[in-house]
């Protein structure tokens, strides 16, 4: 209950001013912090979106606005601010998916599934959003395969890891099995590597055509501050060639 009045308060108190939540299409005098790190600038006062929430959905409307026609999207593991905006939109046959971990809760618009075993049929999606997902799976080639596999030729995937650009390649230790030893080389107790500069190689060798979007080259400081890009993150466009 004073979670709810204190999320109230905070949402309308904050209305107003001059950043822009493009999720939830409203303006408010700031963005607040986000994460175990308290990102500031960062997570939405109405919606709760962070920064790349907001610029997976700058992306991916762009996307649907171009294509002009129905198209189905595949949601891996959903961003509930998100999801609410893609399930109303006319255009869009909504499809998400999660891997149930025991003590969660899910929205009923979320299917059971595992990346590792992807039980659409080929070519069955226009556009296809990963986020935050790929550091968890220990097999992430076959999880990369399997987007390919069921996105149509031309079609799209939007895919956010964590990524340091300070290393050249991906660190991960296949023996380090245990949460603290987890937590001590990846920063996350669940996280099974770190990705680096050869992720974007990672994606080529797969066979997809593959581009890393770095927002803070496209959009000024002030746009930034704005629309709460500050923390941007890379996200990797995949497009499954047509042939
Ligand atoms: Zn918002």
């Known amino acids: 209950m ?6 109230l308060f905070r949402k309308y108190a904050l209305l107003g001013g001059n950043v822009y939540c493009n999720i939830c299409e409203r303006k408010y005098l700031t963005f607040l912090p986000s994460g175990d790190e308290l990102k500031a600038h960062s997570k ?3 919606c709760s979106s962070i920064d790349r929430h907001r610029q997976l959905y700058s992306l991916t409307t762009a996307f649907i606005k171009e294509k002009r026609s129905k198209i189905n999207l595949l949601h891996i593991a959903p961003q509930h601010a998100l999801a609410t905006r ?3 939109m006319p255009l869009v046959n909504y499809t998400a998916i999660d891997k149930f971990e025991k003590g969660y809760k899910y929205p009923h618009y979320v299917k059971q599934m595992d990346i590792g075993n992807l039980q659409f049929d080929e070519n069955s999606f226009d556009l296809l959003i990963c986020s935050h997902v790929l550091e968890h799976v220990i097999d992430d080639t076959l999880a990369l395969q399997n987007f390919m596999r069921v996105l149509k030729p031309g079609g799209v995937g939007f895919l956010v890891v964590p990524y340091f650009s300070n290393l050249t390649k991906t660190y991960e230790d296949l023996n380090a099995n245990s949460a603290e030893t987890r937590l001590l080389l990846y920063g996350q107790h669940d996280h099974v590597r770190k990705y680096g500069c050869d992720f974007i ?8 055509v593959a581009e890393m979007i770095d927002f803070s080259k496209f959009y000024s400081e002030t746009e930034c501050i ?3 890009y500050l923390n941007a993150e890379p996200i990797f466009k995949v497009t499954k060639p047509n042939n």
């Open 44 to 46: 939405c006062p109405g």
């Open 226 to 228: 704005k629309l709460g």
């Open 86 to 88: 893609y399930i109303k």
């Open 201 to 208: 190689n990672k994606l080529s060798a797969i066979g997809w």
């Open 2 to 7: 004073f979670e709810k009045i204190k999320y």
